[in-house]
């Protein structure tokens, strides 16, 4: 346990002031103790790649899974992973295996949080794949939960509040390895030529408009694009201090070098302002704000 510990050099974009603490738990077991002993707020921390913390920090003990969670493995066409390991080592180490992860990628941040928020990409998602998560709860009993409990939405999922997600298995379709690796190669092609790949960013910083989980449902469409309503309202670029709308993609905002917490979330406040008013639509944002102002 750490104590006070600032929490910028754990996020992509590099902002924010200080946790209470930083706990890391060695295994499951640390783990389950450590919520079933301490009773005051927790936050669940990825690899911070979706995620801005404010400048005045976060009154709670964050949990940060580590090695001792980051783990992979198949049976059949299940494949097993630790919430700590990478979408894109997940997608990687199942096409080396002749399964088709590919969609995971591109998608910034590692497996619990893909879960959590139901990542995607391409037109697949964590929901079509997915068959169980075990989590340790709140109280520090272990439970199993399966597609159904968790209850997947566009870009959200029904994770109960302060469980940590300790393992996931996830059915992937076979495939041909050499055929797999191809198109992630494409896929990274793709994304650099139209992502501000090189910037510190958190990915998408607003949701599709018209999102919908890609779980068979009538309206599943994304036809409406954050990244256009933004283009339109003449925000592509735009700037607030050391935070700027990507020149490159408008729905991606970069720390360019020095920006507080406070100018990137104003700055994408400013941006849900303007294209509010030009086309009536209320951006909602995909980067979660965490912290104290």
């Not at 499951?28 to 400048?55: H, Q, T």
């Not at 999102?211 to 933004?230: N, P």
């Not at 990137?264 to 912290?291: C, M, N, P, T, Y």
Request: hydrophobic share 45%.
């Amino acid at each position: 346990m750490t104590p006070d510990r600032p929490l910028a050099d754990l996020t992509w974009l590099r902002v924010g002031g200080a946790a209470t603490a930083l706990f890391q738990p060695a295994d499951r077991d640390d783990l389950r103790e450590f919520l079933k002993a301490y009773r005051g707020d927790v936050f669940i921390m990825g690899v911070g790649s979706n995620l801005i913390v404010r400048d005045g920090g976060l009154d709670a003990v964050v949990i940060r899974l580590g090695r001792g969670f980051n783990g992979f493995s198949v049976d059949g066409t299940h494949v097993t992973c630790g919430p700590a390991l990478l979408d894109a080592h997940a997608a990687r180490k199942a096409a080396d295996a002749g399964l088709d992860l590919t969609f995971l990628r591109t998608i910034p941040g590692a497996i619990g949080g893909a879960v959590a928020m139901n990542a995607g990409c391409y037109g697949s998602y964590i929901a079509d794949v997915f068959v169980e998560a075990t989590v340790v709860l709140r109280s520090g009993v272990v439970a199993v939960l399966s597609r159904e409990e968790l209850a997947f939405g566009y870009r959200q999922s029904a994770l109960p509040a302060g469980a940590v997600i300790v393992e996931v298995v996830l059915e992937a379709p076979k495939g041909d390895p050499a055929e797999l690796h191809r198109l992630m190669e494409d896929q990274l092609a793709k994304r650099d030529a139209t992502q501000p790949t090189k910037e510190r960013t958190a990915g998408s910083t607003f949701r599709n408009p018209a999102g919908f989980s890609s779980t068979g449902r009538a309206d599943d469409s994304q036809d409406l694009k954050a990244w256009k309503v933004i283009d339109d309202a003449g925000m592509r670029g735009a700037t607030l201090g050391g935070a700027q709308m990507s020149e490159k993609h408008p729905n991606f905002l970069i720390n360019t070098g020095g920006a507080s917490a406070a100018e990137l979330e104003d700055l994408g406040e400013l941006v849900r302002k303007k294209v509010f008013a030009h086309s009536g639509i209320e951006l909602q944002w995909e980067v979660l704000r965490i912290g104290n102002r």
